[in-house]
């Protein structure tokens, strides 16, 4: 994750690489996890990884949209769809400012 801190503003691309490493090292560790209550600590590892993946993307996401930049998160594209520079936007009243990212 230091990785990831130190790169979001600076190289959103290499963030998202640091971010997803470092979910896939928590996932890799809950697989070792040897006793009797492990689903439910897996289960606990797993709720861990999708909030490190929604807060991640999301600060992601904000430095891609000030900078104009592309990105395509993995674990945001079915939670939020309208964005602004100041936030998200409701679809039904756009401004100016209005930018939109759909899952591909």
């Known amino acids: 994750m230091n990785g990831f801190e130190e790169q979001v503003q600076k190289n959103p691309q290499l963030a ?3 971010l997803y490493r470092a979910i896939d090292a928590v996932k890799d560790l809950a697989l070792y996890i040897e006793r009797a209550d492990d689903g439910e600590i897996q289960g606990k590892m797993l709720e861990i990884t999708n909030r490190m993946g929604l807060e991640g993307e999301t600060l992601i996401q904000q430095t891609v949209l000030e900078k104009g930049l592309r ?4 674990y945001l594209n079915d939670t939020i769809l309208y964005y602004s520079q ?5 679809p039904n009243t756009l401004g100016t400012n209005f930018k939109a990212t759909h899952p591909l």
């Not at 100041?86 to 409701?90: M, Q």
């Open 71 to 74: 990105f395509n998160p993995r």
């Open 86 to 90: 100041n936030g998200i936007d409701d």
């Open 16 to 18: 998202s690489e640091h």
